[in-house]
Nanobody, 114 residues
Framework: EVQLVESGGGLVQPGGSLRLSCAAS????????LSWVRQAPGKGPEWVSG???????YNADSVKGRFTIARDKAKNTLYLQMNSLKPEDTAVYYC????????WGQGTQVIVSS
């Protein structure tokens, strides 16, 4: 059974940093494509960042230069390092399988506010 469990969200001031984690089970992340998707209050889901099995990464224009997706194959865990956070980054962040989201985790809340 595929399971994705996100953690690491919280309240941070503008300009701050957070690192989100996504612990995967039921499959091997090194052989899979994975994404981070976020949903802000009152808005639809927005794809943020993705990584394919070969290791290439992709980012939405809104987060380029600020967010970095990475994985630890030994821990079967996906990460999203978020720097220079802005209030508009406030959202629930989800880890998903695929570059086109398949399975979703339960999400972790990120609030960027002073």
């Amino acid at each position: 059974e595929v399971q994705l469990v996100e953690s690491g969200g919280g309240l941070v001031q503008p300009g701050g940093s957070l690192r989100l984690s996504c612990a995967a089970s039921g499959f091997t992340i090194g052989s899979s494509s994975l994404s981070w998707v976020r949903q802000a209050p009152g808005k639809g889901p927005e794809w943020v960042s993705g990584i394919i099995s070969g290791g290439s990464t992709y980012n939405a224009d809104s987060v380029k230069g600020r967010f970095t997706i990475a994985r630890d194959k030994a821990k079967n865990t996906l990460y999203l390092q978020m720097n220079s956070l802005k209030p508009e980054d406030t959202a629930v962040y989800y880890c998903t399988t695929g570059l086109v989201p398949g399975y979703w985790g339960q999400g972790t809340q990120v609030i960027v506010s002073s």
